[in-house]
Structures are given as C-alpha cells and as structure tokens.
C-alpha cells in the first residue's frame, strides 16, 4: 500500500553522509529537507522532497505531518538484552569503590548474570527480552542488535539463540532483529581455560546451529582474562567457512589488537575500542568495518571514553550503541546516550545522527537502510517536535511517536 507524509517540518535524509560512505561528515551531510514529504510502498521509499514539489498523483490521502520530524530509523547495534536477574547490588558496589574486575574475580560480573539466567525458563527469559525490546523500541528504535551470552553451556546458550530468533519472529516486521552469536562472551569457572571451553561449547554449537540459519553474526569477548587470539581466530575461522558475519568485542580493557584483528576478518564491526591503538585507528579507516562506540559504559563505569574524534579525523565509520546489559550500562535509550555523549566524544550534529541510523545499520550488514532516498528501505523513526535540533537538545526527553 502506497502511503504518503506531507508537510513534515524536517526530513533527515543523510543523503550527503550516505554518499560519503559515512565518514570524514561535515554539519552540512546531514541533508535535512525543510517542509518535506516523502512516499513509499511496503518495501520501499518511491518518492521525497519537498511538500511543494510532491506530484499531484500522491497528493491523494496524503497524511499531513505538520510539526513532526522525520529520520532514518534508529537502530541500536550492541545491546545484550536476554538475561536474568539483576546487578544493582554490584553497582552499589561499584560506586563504593570496587571495580569492574574487582567484581569479576569475587563471581560478580557476567558470571552472576549467568548463574541468573540460567535459573529462568525459554519462555521466562523471552517474556523478559520483550518487554525490554518494547521499551527500547518506544524512543524511536527499529532495529535492535541481541546477542546470545549468558547461558554459558552448551543447552542454555542454544536457548537463548533461539530465544533471539522468537523475539525476531514475534516483533517482524515493525522491529527488526538481528541475532548475534556470543556463546564466547565470558568462560565459565568450571572449564580449565577459554580454549577448552571454545572447543566444548562455542564450535560445537556454533556448527549445530548454523544450518537452521537463524545466527546473523558471530561475536566474542576478545580480552585478557576472557579470550586469546588464538581463540577468537578458531571462531571466526569457523564463521568464515559457515559464511556468517564477524562482529567482536575489541580493546575495551586493554589494547591487544582488537580492531586490528576485526579488520584482518573483514568483521562488520569491532565494539568498544576504549582503548585502541594508533594502528587499530589506521586498519578501521582503511577498512569496511565499523567502529561501535559504546559510551553509555563508560559513563556507567566512570571510564575515559573512547578516542572518538582521533578515530573521526581518520575517516573511521563510527556508530553508537548502547551496550544495554545488566551489568556495565543499564540503560535501553541510545538516543539518549548519543545526546548526551555527543559533546562528549566531540561529535557534530552529523556525525551524532548518522552513528545511530546509517552506520548503525551499516555495523548490522543493512545497507539498505540508513538514508531516505528513493528505492532504500522505508524503515524511519518519527518524532513529534519543531526541529531534528530538539530532539537531542532536549536530551532524556522522548519525542518519539508511532508511524501513522
Ligand atoms: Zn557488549
């Protein structure tokens, strides 16, 4: 069904990011269309521009839009919102003094969110992850990245795989999401090392699981203490040969050559990079993979933030998620999170939109997404305010409204 939006005060079209693959972006690439209308079908955008230049054949139940704005619809690239359980004694904790490892090494962490999991049922954890999805999807989220995690063996981190692929059953088609594999998230104490645990639990899954073809990526946490290289090379070996994307948590804690090691596989993206190195920066710019920032975790954390504007400067394809988990950034609104980190990370308007809609979809493998222009997608986030400025001016508020 062909529907038509007349008279929004601002459409975001991102046409000028997108044409630079989004990066090196200028205030001017936000590509913003005053008095904008736009048509689409089911499958895609047919016609946008202005109101006073839409043809008179959509001019038929044209839905007037008059003081709303309209954008590509923002997606969260990063979030682990299957779980079990809470961490709000351990945050308590945290602002007392402990720190993240400090935690880790007490049975804290993400061992404590598993051993939570693990006590609730499939339908149990899927009542959870959806009344968490709905509330993400309520500031205007449309695509949502969920990584499996915190099963941790082999039958319960295969429940939460499929858990992930209900959850995309059951929010198709007005939320979109993306199933991501992180068996490899934590090891848990009784295997004897990572790559005991890899060879048990991670390959062995992975292997059964990919012929239902429901796993949109694989991921792990490649960092001291949790997984080597060696390890993260044997997965991302296997995903090669299954020919499923590569994601991965890189140099969040130390620098060891994670960004590095994601461009070498061509991943879609390497997350975190608090801590990347000058070479990582110089293998992102040069490479398709985004750079997932994460600031919500550091501010949660009390963290420096990742070198943003360094990675910026060099032509690196930056996004923004919100790392929404239980234990390092308990929060659902990344558009909150950009809004705020945006000063922070010393981003422009530009580059604050684009790193939650186009190179968001982007680190997600959705490349049709992410700009309005004719022929992409119809997927948008609608907002009921004067300007795009406000919505983010206005940093906390929720502006975002249903699609008529
Ligand atoms: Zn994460």
Redesign the pocket.
């Known amino acids: 069904m062909i529907k038509t939006y007349i008279h929004l005060n601002e459409i975001l079209t991102l046409q000028g990011a997108h044409d630079k693959d989004g990066r090196n972006l200028k205030p001017s690439d936000l590509s913003l269309i005053a008095d904008g209308a736009i048509v689409f079908d089911d499958s895609k955008i047919l016609w946008i521009g202005q109101s006073s230049d839409l043809p008179l054949e959509y001019r038929n139940n044209a839905i007037n839009l008059k003081d709303h704005v309209l954008t590509p619809e923002l997606v969260d690239s ?1 979030t ?1 919102v299957v779980f079990g359980g809470n961490r709000a004694q351990e945050y308590a904790d945290r602002l007392n003094g402990m720190s993240y490892e400090d935690i880790a090494k007490r049975g804290g962490g993400i061992l404590f969110t598993m051993t939570e999991t693990q006590k609730l049922t499939s339908d149990e954890l899927l009542k959870l992850a959806i009344t968490r999805i709905n509330s993400i999807h309520s500031y205007g989220v449309g695509t949502i990245e969920v ?1 499996s995690g915190y099963g941790l063996d082999y039958q319960k981190e295969k429940e939460l795989t499929l858990i992930i692929a209900d959850l995309k059953k059951h929010f198709s088609p007005n939320v979109q999401i993306f199933n991501t594999f992180l068996a490899a998230h934590d090891v848990p104490r009784n295997f004897k090392s990572s790559s005991h645990y890899l060879s048990e639990v991670v390959l062995p899954l992975l292997q059964e699981l990919a012929p239902l073809k429901i796993i949109d990526a694989v991921d792990i946490f490649h960092e001291k203490n949790y997984f080597t290289d060696a390890d993260t090379r044997a997965l991302f070996n296997l995903a090669q040969n299954l020919e499923i994307p590569i994601k991965i ?1 890189a140099d969040e804690l130390n620098t060891n050559r994670g960004a590095e090691l994601a461009v070498s596989y061509n991943a879609l993206s390497a ?1 975190h990079l608090l801590k990347i190195s000058d070479e990582g920066i110089k293998a992102l710019a040069t490479s398709k993979t985004v750079a997932t920032l ?1 600031p919500g975790t550091a501010f949660f954390l009390g963290k420096p933030l990742a070198p943003a504007r360094k990675m910026l400067d060099q032509n690196v394809k930056v996004a923004i998620a919100s ?1 929404y ?1 239980p234990g390092s950034c308990h929060c659902d609104n990344v558009l909150m999170i950009a809004s705020i980190a945006a000063a922070q990370l010393k981003l422009n308007q530009t580059e604050l939109w684009c790193g939650i809609t186009h190179n968001a979809a982007h680190a997600l493998g959705k490349f049709n997404q992410g700009v309005l222009a004719v022929a992409k997608a119809p997927r948008f986030s609608l907002f009921k305010a004067e300007s795009l400025s406000h919505i983010t001016y206005h940093w906390g508020k929720n502006f975002s409204v249903s699609l008529p």
Do not use: A, I
Request: proline share 0%.
């Open positions: 990063h682990h990584k948590h997350d994460l790392d988990n």
